[in-house]
């Protein structure tokens, strides 16, 4: 009974910038992760960055210096500022949170670079 809600999708060209939130609610005891993942038309689902409850962050190699995850406690909302963008970022992004052991996913937001 956790919602994930993505907002701040859109077109930029390459090189400009996009800001992602996902907020959550709903039945939360406490988020230990949040994280986003991105899926390109016709591949998988790949893993872009994860953020720990006490701020502690990773990222795919493909995204670091670009793509910098960060979240807001008293929100449960995780933000993935993105500069730089280049049009392989193009994809749905989702994200992702670890509640009461368990996890869940947004419905995701698409993000589409031109050239």
């Known amino acids: 009974q956790v919602q994930l809600v993505e907002s701040g999708g859109g077109l930029v060209q390459a090189g400009g910038s996009l800001r992602l939130s996902c907020a959550a609610s709903?039945?939360?005891?406490?988020?230990?992760?949040m994280g986003w993942y991105r899926q390109a038309p016709g591949k998988q689902r790949d893993w872009v960055a994860t953020?720990?409850?006490?701020?502690?962050?990773n990222y795919a190699d493909s995204v670091k210096g670009r793509l910098t995850i960060s979240r807001d406690n008293a929100k449960n909302t995780a933000y993935l500022q993105m500069n730089n963008l280049k049009p392989e970022d193009t994809a749905v992004y989702y994200c992702?949170?670890?509640?009461?052991?368990?996890?869940?996913w947004g419905q995701g937001t698409q993000v589409t670079v031109s050239s």
């Open positions: 992702t949170a670890t509640v009461g052991g368990r996890r869940y």
């Open positions: 709903g039945r939360i005891f406490g988020v230990n992760t």
């Open positions: 953020i720990t409850s006490g701020g502690n962050t």
